[in-house]
């Protein structure tokens, strides 16, 4: 145990690892050593919990349900730790971090407990109000550095604002789409280097004079800051037009870079107001068409740099889900 939490470099612990000559003993030493650690009550007991879990994604968690330990950010800015399985379902303590003079320590009534199929104790689940010790230490907060193997594809949205004829569809995406995707898809056959890609969809809404956003679509592929879009919305509407209907210039689609150390990658999709006008068996439609294309342009463009990936049977299992989802 004291060379696994010596051990930082990612490729020298899986070789540490690897050369155990009981894989299977040493599962259960780490997993029953992260169960004491599931429990932690400073920042050097949850980067112990990380290490367990970046072990156990190596050599596998065998009977075990896996999770992840990652790092997030809480609404006001602060740490937020946890862990979640595959279906990004919240298991052992959720912390929300207070940063001190001398150092992080968990918020007392931002701490929760979540139970999992390996808890055999009697506890209950805590929401917000578990039991914290003020114990202050200056050391970085880690994150996992690698990951399960889960669902990679993940459909969410910035805001929650749409129009309302919209609503049941993208409830519908949610409630039932990524639940088929998340039980449906097969993740350990396409390979290991893509963790997430979230398609991010943004839809245009009106919800009031002062709260508003309607999309108009620019279809010419060009690479537009803000501010050129505005100046290029311009030519086409009146800046008391713009101001009334809250007129945004935005691509249909726009992709962020793949990064290796986490292995994610954005697709942001734009949804004007003319599309909630759509019938919702329409706009299912146009949901499936615009995740499609987003998928196959990114599998395009990252086939040469991740050559071991198996974009194609990804892309073959996600057309099969959302072909009965849309029906």
Known sequence: MNE??????????????????????????????????????SVSEWNKAVRLCECLAVIGWGNHEPVEALRGVFFNGNPRTFFCNRFGELRFVEAIWSKKKTGFTMEQGRTSYYLGPECKDKKQPVYWDYPVTEKIEDIKIESQRNWIPKNPIWIVRTISNCYENSKPVIESIKEKLQDELNKKMRPEKYGKAVNCIFLNCSFSYYDNAHCKTNYIIDETGRKLSNQEAAKELQKLYTKKEISENGYYLRPRFQYGPFKTDTGKINADIHFEKEFSQLTHQQQKEKLAEYFLVALKTIAEKQKKKIPGYDFNLMIADFTEIINKWKA
């Open 4 to 41: 696994i939490y010596k051990i930082n470099d990612l490729s020298e612990l899986e070789t540490f690892l690897n050369s155990q000559t009981s894989i299977e003993k040493l599962r259960e030493k780490l997993f029953a050593e992260f169960l004491k650690y599931a429990d932690y009550k």
